[in-house]
């Protein structure tokens, strides 16, 4: 069954001008990209988009990551998406990221990882409703 997730490329790969080959990965996996935006967060988005993390101590660095400059969002469609995102994106803990992911490719550290993916449909569900309304 094609389900649907959402992928944010996020400041940091924006910055360093990754967006291109980050979606080159994403298509070359067989992903369709049905809708796409370009986005800056603002506080209350981000507190909205990131509600589970509100309160924790390391929530004040992403805001501040997240809001630094602009996201691209593209919502992605496939067979088993949420599953196949994840496993293209590679782990958020540096040492523990595969070869060719995304994260082990373009990220640099726990926040600043080059991009974000849904973590289950439900929260791609939400997530989507969140930045594409």
């Not at 004040?60 to 088993?80: Q, V």
């Not at 599953?83 to 082990?104: F, S």
């Amino acid at each position: 069954m094609i389900t649907r997730t959402l992928l944010l490329i996020k400041p940091d790969a924006v910055e360093a001008n990754h967006v291109g080959e980050i979606i080159s990965m994403v298509q070359h996996r067989g992903f369709d990209i049905p809708q796409a935006k370009v986005f800056s967060f603002d506080p209350k988005l981000c507190a909205e988009f990131y509600k589970d993390h509100l309160g924790k101590d390391f929530y004040p660095r992403l805001e501040a990551f997240m809001c630094k400059g602009r996201t691209w969002a593209l919502i992605l469609e496939k067979e088993d998406a949420v599953h196949e995102l994840r496993e293209l994106l590679g782990d958020v803990i540096p040492e523990k990221r595969k070869a060719g992911t995304i994260r082990a490719v373009f990220g640099h550290g726990i926040t600043d990882n080059g991009a974000h993916g849904s973590d289950s449909e439900m929260s791609a569900e939400r997530e989507i409703g969140v930045i594409f309304g």
